[in-house]
């Protein structure tokens, strides 16, 4: 069976700094491990996804999220927030067939 | 860009109507999910299709039902709306091929008044 879980519900940070939104899986299988980004309303968007190739992804808006299989963890960074950031952050696992997201990491910018 | 697309965006009706919430893509997918999402909260997985006439319940235990009569149209129907069926359903597509993400629509918000 496989999880995921973020740490961290809520995250706030102020706006040029750093953005780190933690993702931990569990995963019988090797995994695919994506990101959605998801603003107010709307449904969810690919920010990036891991799909066995290299191990630091890089994705839209200036993302990257780094897998690490001794950690179980595939965490999403930016090096700069900025203000349209604001939103909400899933990370997600799949064995190919079946897909499990975790809770969401609400992401706040702050001027 | 996905094509998938979830009719209506917004819809505000009273207790007691039913409702069918459409959700259509046009690349082929085998795979399709509707999901429940209360504001700012995470995913539940209400309903899925593996293909046409395949359809399951998901995690989250829910009143509503669905139909896969074609590859490209998912819909879900409420035979009566109430105020707890006040959510955001998003839907979802994946293909076969194993490393691709999942596509999702725009979602419906609704609200049972």
């Known amino acids: 069976a496989q999880s995921v879980t973020q740490l961290g519900s809520h995250v706030s940070v102020s706006e040029g700094a750093l953005v780190l939104l933690r993702c931990n899986y569990s995963s019988s299988v090797p995994p695919y491990l994506f990101w959605y980004v998801q603003y107010p309303n709307q449904g969810l968007q690919l920010l990036l996804k891991y799909t066995s190739a290299a191990t630091l992804v890089k994705g839209i808006n200036g993302f990257e999220a780094e897998f690490k299989k001794s950690e179980t963890s595939f965490h999403l960074t930016k090096p700069s927030a900025h203000m349209s950031d604001a939103a909400e952050y899933f990370c997600?696992?799949?064995?190919?067939?079946?897909?499990?997201f975790g809770p969401g990491t609400r992401l706040s910018v702050l001027p | 860009e996905a094509d998938i697309y979830q009719t209506p965006r917004y819809l505000v009706i009273g207790t007691g109507k039913k409702i069918t919430l459409e959700c259509s893509q046009t690349m082929g997918h085998d795979k399709m999910y509707w999901y429940q999402q209360d504001p700012g909260m995470e995913l539940h997985l209400i309903h899925y299709s593996y293909g046409v006439n395949s359809t399951e319940k998901g995690d989250l235990s829910s009143e509503s039902t669905v139909s896969r009569i074609r590859t490209e149209h998912f819909p879900l129907t409420l035979e009566s709306a109430r105020p707890s069926h006040t959510s955001q359903y998003l839907c979802a597509s994946i293909p076969w091929t194993e490393n691709t993400e999942a596509f999702f629509g725009q979602g419906t918000r609704l609200t049972v008044v």
């Open positions: 997600a696992v799949s064995d190919g067939q079946n897909f499990v």
